[in-house]
């Protein structure tokens, strides 16, 4: 099974967390997580995170810095996940592959049920 890059946005405002529940027909369906997606060929981190969250999200970020890494591997994907800590810069939030998002606080993460590896990222906040 090829391993792959992925790239997630961790968008904070006013103290809270940008989170998104997959779509239910996706791998770990329902879950919640930090919204991004798949590197392509000749894709920086950056210009991926940024095309995925325009693409799911319809908004604009700026990414500030790599917060780290994770690995995730199951029967179906074997992923490095890439987390960058971002703000959102313009757009209005609109759902393009997500069943709901959330603000939440650090706290009201313990609320959710996360797709595994944000789960562990979520440690380092």
Known sequence: MDKFD???????KDNKFFIAQRNRNKHL???WEFPGGKVEKEETFEIALKREIKEELN???KIKNKLGE???RDN??????HYFICSH???KI???EHE????VTKNEFKNYKFAEGDSDIINLL
């Open 94 to 96: 609109y759902l393009n």
């Open 59 to 61: 908004i604009e970020i």
């Open 29 to 31: 369906g329902l879950s």
């Open 70 to 72: 994770e690995y995730y």
């Open 100 to 103: 709901d998002f959330a603000w």
């Open 6 to 12: 992925v790239v997630a946005a961790i968008i904070i």
């Open 76 to 81: 179906t994907i074997n992923v490095k996940l």
């Open 89 to 91: 810069i313009s757009g």
